[in-house]
């Protein structure tokens, strides 16, 4: 389901999985996808995922991979 969403532009899912890819919960840790991910929600715009998603993304220093 998370996926389908994330597929789809929803930001919250997006969010999510960049999320768990970044810390493996739930799937196997992955930093490229959860950059992807992370960057997407970025892309999205949405108020609060995309500004959550800035802060993780800069405190992983993802933009370095």
Known sequence: WWLLS?????????FTLG???????????HLL???????RAIDNNDEYYS?????????RGLDNI
């Open 6 to 14: 994330a597929e789809q532009d929803y930001a919250p899912a997006q």
């Open 19 to 29: 999320a768990a890819y970044l810390g493996g919960l739930g799937v196997e840790k």
């Open 33 to 39: 996808k959860a950059k992807e991910w992370l960057q």
């Open 51 to 59: 500004d959550v998603a800035k802060m993780l993304y800069n405190l």
